[in-house]
């Protein structure tokens, strides 16, 4: 049986640096996805192994499940409606798991992906032999939660093959979880942050498992608290030249913008009114992309992590 999940992207409208110490933040998922699929390995093929699969760059990664049986001894203790946190001693097992794949070094930042893949597949299925395969809309390490997004679908798709949810597999489509099951699928990927960050607020993949904002009526008064937000931002130095230079565009628009993210690079948010004409969108992209910018239009709001069964596209 085969299993597809998504799970959106995530952008912070106010308070990216304050929601790390406790204080609140406005996000919102946007309609970019992560997408995982998974499939047990049938008795048929033979193949007693774990595989990872990450279409977009491309890698392939696979683990004898019996290696990965040794590695972790207390394994059948973990209950997968029970999520647990990494422990520094089981840790150190996955580094040496991930490390003997010998993933390359311009690609030496996925390992602590690979990372949160083997601690929570082991964590809710053990050692069985599986395929999982990712691909992913979102670009890497630009502020829109591509870890949050990752940890969120891959929880999402393990938990589908395990006991602890359950599925109507008769339906077609995408299909929502009940809120128990979102909630447990948010509180691994929580602990797959952890292992990918190391103290993460958690606010990442709270917006891709549950989000459903839709902002429609507000925009003014969105674009006026994004422009503050921007300013506050550039009083903390955490703004970039090539930042500015986006603002500088989009402002002879009269386009509220603001940087995403840690800062100091990455994406930059603009806010494209409802009533804004393709003209206008076209010329703003059209200089963007002569300065050297990749440009993503994406709808703000929607579902958060939903799965399918059959006929769902990619």
Same mark, same amino acid.
């Given at each position: 049986?085969?299993?597809?999940?998504?799970?959106?992207?995530?952008?912070?409208?106010?308070?990216?640096?304050?929601?790390?110490?406790?204080?609140?933040?406005?996000?919102?998922?946007?309609?970019?996805?992560?997408?995982?699929?998974?499939?047990?390995?049938?008795?048929?093929?033979?193949?007693?192994?774990?595989?990872?699969?990450?279409?977009?760059?491309?890698?392939?990664?696979?683990?004898?499940?019996?290696?990965?049986?040794?590695?972790?001894?207390?394994?059948?203790?973990?209950?997968?409606?029970?999520?647990?946190?990494?422990?520094?001693?089981?840790?150190?097992?996955?580094?040496?798991? $991930?490390?003997?794949?010998?993933?390359?070094?311009?690609? !030496?930042?996925?390992?602590?992906? $690979?990372?949160?893949?083997?601690?929570?597949?082991?964590?809710?299925?053990?050692?069985?032999?599986?395929?999982?395969?990712?691909?992913?809309?979102?670009?890497?390490?630009?502020?829109?939660?591509?870890?949050?997004?990752?940890?969120?679908?891959?929880?999402?798709?393990?938990?589908?093959?395990?006991?602890?949810?359950? !599925?109507?597999? *008769?339906?077609?489509?995408?299909?929502?979880?009940?809120?128990?099951?979102?909630?447990?699928?948010?509180?691994?990927?929580?602990?797959?942050?952890?292992?990918?960050?190391?103290?993460?607020?958690? $606010?990442?993949?709270?917006? *891709?498992?549950?989000?459903?904002?839709?902002?429609?009526?507000?925009?003014?008064?969105?674009?006026?608290?994004?422009?503050?937000?921007?300013?506050?931002?550039?009083?903390?130095?955490?703004?970039?030249?090539?930042?500015?230079?986006?603002?500088?565009? =989009?402002?002879?628009?009269?386009?509220?913008?603001?940087?995403?993210?840690?800062?100091?690079?990455?994406?930059?948010?603009?806010?494209?009114? =409802?009533?804004?004409?393709?003209?206008?969108?076209?010329?703003?992209?059209?200089?963007?992309?002569?300065?050297?910018?990749?440009?993503?239009?994406?709808?703000?709001?929607?579902?958060?992590?939903?799965?399918?069964?059959?006929?769902?596209?990619?």
């Amino acid at each position: 049986m085969e299993i597809r999940v998504r799970a959106p992207a995530k952008i912070i409208l106010a308070g990216e640096h304050a929601v790390v110490h406790g204080s609140t933040a406005v996000a919102a998922a946007i309609d970019l996805y992560t997408y995982v699929s998974l499939s047990f390995l049938s008795p048929s093929e033979n193949d007693q192994t774990l595989k990872l699969q990450l279409k977009d760059v491309p890698l392939e990664f696979s683990w004898p499940v019996a290696r990965i049986r040794d590695a972790f001894p207390n394994l059948d203790s973990s209950v997968a409606s029970s999520p647990s946190s990494c422990s520094l001693e089981t840790l150190k097992s996955i580094a040496s798991l $991930v490390e003997k794949q010998k993933i390359p070094e311009a690609n !030496i930042g996925l390992a602590s992906g $690979v990372s949160a893949f083997l601690w929570l597949y082991t964590s809710i299925l053990g050692c069985k032999p599986a395929k999982a395969v990712v691909h992913s809309e979102l670009p890497m390490g630009a502020g829109l939660g591509s870890s949050a997004a990752l940890c969120v679908a891959l929880s999402a798709a393990i938990l589908s093959l395990s006991d602890s949810i359950s !599925i109507d597999f *008769s339906q077609k489509g995408w299909q929502t979880f009940r809120d128990s099951e979102l909630e447990l699928v948010n509180k691994w990927a929580f602990e797959g942050e952890n292992i990918i960050h190391g103290k993460p607020s958690g $606010v990442d993949n709270t917006v *891709s498992t549950y989000d459903d904002l839709a902002i429609t009526e507000k925009e003014e008064k969105m674009g006026e608290l994004m422009e503050m937000n921007q300013g506050l931002l550039q009083c903390m130095g955490v703004s970039h030249s090539s930042i500015e230079t986006v603002l500088r565009t =989009t402002a002879k628009y009269k386009l509220y913008s603001k940087l995403i993210g840690a800062g100091g690079g990455g994406c930059v948010l603009t806010l494209l009114p =409802t009533l804004l004409s393709g003209t206008v969108i076209n010329k703003v992209i059209a200089e963007l992309e002569a300065c050297g910018f990749q440009c993503l239009i994406a709808g703000i709001g929607g579902s958060g992590v939903e799965v399918s069964f059959t006929g769902a596209s990619w």
